[in-house]
């Protein structure tokens, strides 16, 4: 449970890698919010302004993306003699593709940054090299002046730019995002870097969307959540670096706002991982707190690799501001489990300055409108993404509009739809209507929502002996979930599927328009696919607490034991449930051809700083075309993959470079150091993995609500 009293604030120490906090970076310090017309809140709640007043606090200076001008003078893109990445601490990234371009991000050193010096950026098409490792050799061995029209390793420059304006650089903590809309060809990939005063940033790769209705063979995504630095590895990012997907989808939480383990489950197991806050309070305070944050996440070397070679499309969820942020319709304004949650008037500047912080650190095109009056029309996070006829995927944003938690005790009659109080809302009316608009519609083969919180029912018991146990899910707001599957019924929807995270769960299921339990199942035997309107496939938490970790095991002969026991136990009692892990860390890969959507489920070992963290693929499951069926391919995919490792000489990650051809000194450490044998199970441990998998045989049972998930990770 997050505490909620009063932290007192300790002088934070001094870091040599800490920036100096920008003029405007304490809440407190901003001007009062700008009055703004009267308007009705956007999602049915109590009438109010306060989703205009938010509105007008993120109007002062946002980090939009710049439009770079022809540079005058092509000795901008002189190289002196300095490693690739020299000024550039957080390297790049890009993001938010369309057809015709990407937005490029970066953040400049504030020591190096010469304000009288243009920053410049320039693009390459990828056929100039074999891969991108020439492409990075290429910049890195780069010291000799380039011709007017040569990139680094001489290649043919497809875009060049520069941003001269100095303010836009240091108003954002000396984040740059170039928006090359218009300057690039549709389904292409490209090398980019930036460069500034003679150095020059390590090389991204970005893609473009395919033309809207263009024929597309095939598509892929690696799917992360749930990232707390302080709480395990990058080495899921290190393996999705070498990932051969076209895009990275990011669900949400990538910074959490604590700085002492509130929601780690192992912090002590990881060392370097330290945050410290610039206002000395152990949550996010202010602009400086939330900027310092990103800072760090974005130093991690896995993090930068998996970033630079693939294309971003990221969702937020609630710890990029604070632990189960929703919109409070009584105070109308932001609410949260944070310590001063329960402020109306600081929530609303600290809501401000994370969404800044979100904004200047991520690689999005979200356009901000200030001659419209509602925070959703000014401001939104929810937008899609074409790619071709193959497939629509749908971004939603589940917390600046969602209702209050409820009280009381999530029982079967308290979460039922016509028992829920009217006017409760994830989506709100606008954002709802829009969604459903765009579902419908679609004229792709596939659509795919991208949804931060599981959306089908997660049942503890049966009958009215049952506990929803994750009311921050689509459970917490049932009416609103009926609404919409009803909708999306009568519209004969297929080939949907929700890629969602926020659970710390690997999750394979059914959604349906009706859902039974482990006694109506048995009764009438399961739903038929007749009413089932598509799949949700969870990815895991990267590195945040897991269940195993929540019940103090994490690392313990126990561990896999009690996890496959629970994992049982869900899909036990939840029969829409076709696959459940909640002790294993890592990422997802999912693929759509016209034939099938293919979900594989990775673990990576987060106890390991290093690009041969141990990675397992632990399921897959596929579903065909124009079918709801979830085909269990684990044991074809394992073998398609030994095969595949089989034939790489690689290995594990013997031999594997890094981007200036050198062997990581780490990688060789870590396979030189000899592997910790896992202890045995005892006796004792083996009657109590037997007692837990005798409480959750009991259909009627309560631990597993009470140890498991109400006690610990699924608040997290």
């Given at each position: 449970?997050?505490?909620?009293?009063?932290?007192?604030?300790?002088?934070?120490?001094?870091?040599?890698?800490?920036?100096?906090?920008?003029?405007?970076?304490?809440?407190?310090?901003?001007?009062?919010?700008?009055?703004?017309?009267?308007?009705?809140?956007?999602?049915?709640?109590?009438?109010?302004?306060?989703?205009?007043?938010?509105?007008?606090?993120?109007?002062?200076?946002?980090?939009?993306?710049?439009?770079?001008?022809?540079?005058?003078?092509?000795?901008?893109?002189?190289?002196?003699?300095?490693?690739?990445?020299?000024?550039?601490?957080?390297?790049?990234?890009?993001?938010?593709?369309?057809?015709?371009?990407?937005?490029?991000?970066?953040?400049?050193?504030?020591?190096?940054?010469?304000?009288?010096?243009?920053?410049?950026?320039?693009?390459?098409?990828?056929?100039?090299?074999?891969?991108?490792?020439?492409?990075?050799?290429?910049?890195?061995?780069?010291?000799?002046?380039?011709?007017?029209?040569?990139?680094?390793?001489?290649?043919?420059?497809?875009?060049?730019?520069?941003?001269?304006?100095?303010?836009?650089?240091?108003?954002?903590?000396?984040?740059?995002?170039?928006?090359?809309?218009?300057?690039?060809?549709?389904?292409?990939?490209?090398?980019?870097?930036?460069?500034?005063?003679?150095?020059?940033?390590?090389?991204?790769?970005?893609?473009?969307?395919?033309?809207?209705?263009?024929?597309?063979?095939?598509?892929?995504?690696?799917?992360?959540?749930?990232?707390?630095?302080?709480?395990?590895?990058?080495?899921?990012?290190?393996?999705?670096?070498?990932?051969?997907?076209?895009?990275?989808?990011?669900?949400?939480?990538?910074?959490?706002?604590?700085?002492?383990?509130?929601?780690?489950?192992?912090?002590?197991?990881?060392?370097?991982?330290?945050?410290?806050?610039?206002?000395?309070?152990?949550?996010?305070?202010?602009?400086?707190?939330?900027?310092?944050?990103?800072?760090?996440?974005?130093?991690?070397?896995?993090?930068?690799?998996?970033?630079?070679?693939?294309?971003?499309?990221?969702?937020?969820?609630?710890?990029?501001?604070?632990?189960?942020?929703?919109?409070?319709?009584?105070?109308?304004?932001?609410?949260?489990?944070?310590?001063?949650?329960?402020?109306?008037?600081?929530?609303?500047?600290?809501?401000?300055?994370?969404?800044?912080?979100?904004?200047?650190?991520?690689?999005?095109?979200?356009?901000?409108?200030?001659?419209?009056?509602?925070?959703?029309?000014?401001?939104?996070?929810?937008?899609?993404?074409?790619?071709?006829?193959?497939?629509?995927?749908?971004?939603?944003?589940?917390?600046?509009?969602?209702?209050?938690?409820?009280?009381?005790?999530?029982?079967?009659?308290?979460?039922?739809?016509?028992?829920?109080?009217?006017?409760?809302?994830?989506?709100?009316?606008?954002?709802?209507?829009?969604?459903?608009?765009?579902?419908?519609?679609?004229?792709?083969?596939?659509?795919?929502?991208?949804?931060?919180?599981?959306?089908?029912?997660?049942?503890?018991?049966?009958?009215?002996?049952?506990?929803?146990?994750?009311?921050?899910?689509?459970?917490?707001?049932?009416?609103e979930r009926r609404e919409i599957g009803r909708k999306l019924d009568r519209a004969g929807v297929s080939n949907f599927v929700t890629l969602t995270g926020d659970m710390h769960c690997y999750i394979a299921g059914y959604k349906q328009t009706e859902y039974r339990?482990?006694?109506?199942?048995?009764?009438?035997?399961?739903?038929?696919?007749?009413?089932?309107?598509?799949?949700?496939?969870?990815?895991?938490?990267?590195?945040?607490?897991?269940?195993?970790?929540?019940?103090?095991?994490?690392?313990?002969?126990?561990?896999?034991?009690?996890?496959?026991?629970?994992?049982?136990?869900?899909?036990?009692?939840?029969?829409?449930?076709?696959?459940?892990?909640?002790?294993?860390?890592?990422?997802?890969?999912?693929?759509?051809?016209?034939?099938?959507?293919?979900?594989?489920?990775?673990?990576?070992?987060?106890?390991?700083?290093?690009?041969?963290?141990?990675?397992?693929?632990?399921?897959?499951?596929?579903?065909?075309?124009?079918?709801?069926?979830?085909?269990?391919?684990?044991?074809?995919?394992?073998?398609?993959?030994?095969?595949?490792?089989?034939?790489?000489?690689?290995?594990?990650?013997?031999?594997?470079?890094?981007?200036?051809?050198?062997?990581?000194?780490?990688?060789?450490?870590?396979?030189?150091?000899?592997?910790?044998?896992?202890?045995?199970?005892?006796?004792?441990?083996?009657?109590?993995?037997?007692?837990?998998?005798?409480?959750?045989?009991?259909?009627?049972?309560?631990?597993?609500?009470?140890?498991?998930?109400?006690?610990?990770?699924?608040?997290?």
């Amino acid at each position: 449970m997050t505490d909620h009293a009063e932290e007192t604030p300790e002088p934070s120490p001094d870091r040599a890698d800490a920036d100096e906090p920008s003029a405007d970076d304490s809440a407190s310090e901003r001007a009062d919010a700008i009055d703004s017309p009267a308007g009705g809140s956007s999602t049915g709640g109590p009438t109010g302004n306060g989703h205009a007043r938010l509105a007008d606090r993120l109007a002062s200076g946002l980090a939009l993306p710049a439009t770079p001008t022809e540079p005058d003078d092509a000795s901008v893109f002189e190289i002196g003699d300095v490693p690739a990445g020299t000024g550039f601490p957080q390297s790049v990234a890009s993001g938010d593709p369309t057809p015709g371009g990407v937005v490029c991000w970066t953040r400049l050193d504030p020591d190096r940054y010469d304000p009288e010096t243009p920053v410049g950026i320039e693009v390459v098409a990828e056929e100039s090299f074999e891969d991108f490792e020439d492409a990075a050799d290429a910049a890195e061995a780069e010291n000799a002046e380039n011709g007017e029209r040569k990139g680094f390793g001489n290649a043919e420059v497809v875009y060049r730019g520069v941003v001269t304006d100095a303010e836009i650089v240091a108003a954002h903590d000396h984040t740059l995002k170039i928006d090359l809309e218009g300057e690039l060809d549709p389904d292409r990939s490209y090398y980019y870097r930036f460069v500034h005063d003679g150095y020059h940033s390590r090389v991204g790769r970005c893609t473009t969307l395919p033309e809207p209705g263009a024929s597309v063979e095939e598509l892929s995504f690696a799917v992360v959540t749930c990232q707390d630095y302080q709480n395990g590895y990058y080495g899921a990012y290190a393996h999705i670096a070498e990932e051969d997907v076209d895009f990275l989808l990011h669900v949400g939480d990538f910074v959490y706002e604590s700085a002492d383990g509130q929601f780690a489950g192992r912090s002590g197991d990881f060392p370097n991982r330290d945050v410290t806050h610039p206002s000395g309070h152990n949550h996010a305070w202010e602009l400086a707190d939330y900027r310092n944050l990103y800072r760090t996440y974005r130093r991690d070397p896995h993090c930068q690799r998996a970033w630079r070679r693939h294309t971003v499309i990221a969702g937020r969820d609630d710890h990029e501001v604070a632990d189960n942020l929703y919109w409070d319709y009584e105070a109308d304004a932001p609410g949260s489990e944070h310590p001063r949650g329960d402020d109306p008037e600081f929530m609303q500047g600290l809501t401000a300055d994370a969404i800044h912080a979100w904004w200047e650190f991520m690689p999005v095109d979200i356009r901000y409108d200030l001659d419209t009056e509602r925070l959703h029309e000014r401001f939104r996070v929810w937008r899609t993404f074409e790619f071709g006829d193959l497939l629509e995927l749908i971004v939603t944003d589940e917390r600046l509009f969602r209702s209050p938690p409820r009280e009381g005790l999530p029982t079967e009659d308290a979460t039922d739809p016509d028992n829920e109080p009217p006017g409760r809302t994830m989506l709100g009316d606008e954002q709802r209507e829009w969604f459903v608009e765009e579902v419908t519609t679609s004229e792709t083969l596939w659509t795919v929502w991208c949804d931060e919180v599981l959306t089908v029912p997660f049942r503890v018991g049966a009958g009215r002996a049952s506990l929803y146990p994750v009311p921050g899910s689509w459970d917490g707001y049932t009416r609103e979930r009926r609404e919409i599957g009803r909708k999306l019924d009568r519209a004969g929807v297929s080939n949907f599927v929700t890629l969602t995270g926020d659970m710390h769960c690997y999750i394979a299921g059914y959604k349906q328009t009706e859902y039974r339990d482990a006694i109506g199942t048995r009764r009438d035997g399961p739903v038929p696919e007749s009413d089932r309107l598509g799949v949700e496939l969870m990815t895991p938490a990267m590195t945040s607490v897991t269940v195993a970790e929540g019940l103090k095991l994490g690392g313990t002969p126990l561990e896999e034991p009690i996890g496959r026991a629970i994992g049982w136990g869900v899909r036990a009692q939840n029969p829409h449930i076709e696959y459940f892990d909640s002790h294993h860390n890592g990422y997802s890969v999912v693929e759509f051809t016209p034939e099938a959507c293919t979900y594989a489920a990775y673990a990576v070992d987060k106890t390991t700083n290093s690009r041969s963290a141990n990675k397992e693929l632990l399921a897959a499951y596929r579903v065909p075309e124009g079918q709801v069926d979830l085909e269990n391919v684990t044991a074809k995919k394992r073998a398609e993959e030994a095969e595949s490792n089989r034939r790489d000489a690689g290995g594990n990650g013997a031999g594997r470079t890094n981007e200036n051809g050198i062997e990581a000194e780490r990688d060789v450490e870590e396979r030189n150091r000899p592997r910790v044998e896992r202890a045995r199970p005892t006796t004792d441990d083996r009657r109590r993995t037997n007692a837990v998998r005798r409480s959750l045989h009991s259909t009627d049972s309560y631990q597993f609500s009470t140890i498991g998930f109400v006690r610990s990770v699924l608040r997290s």
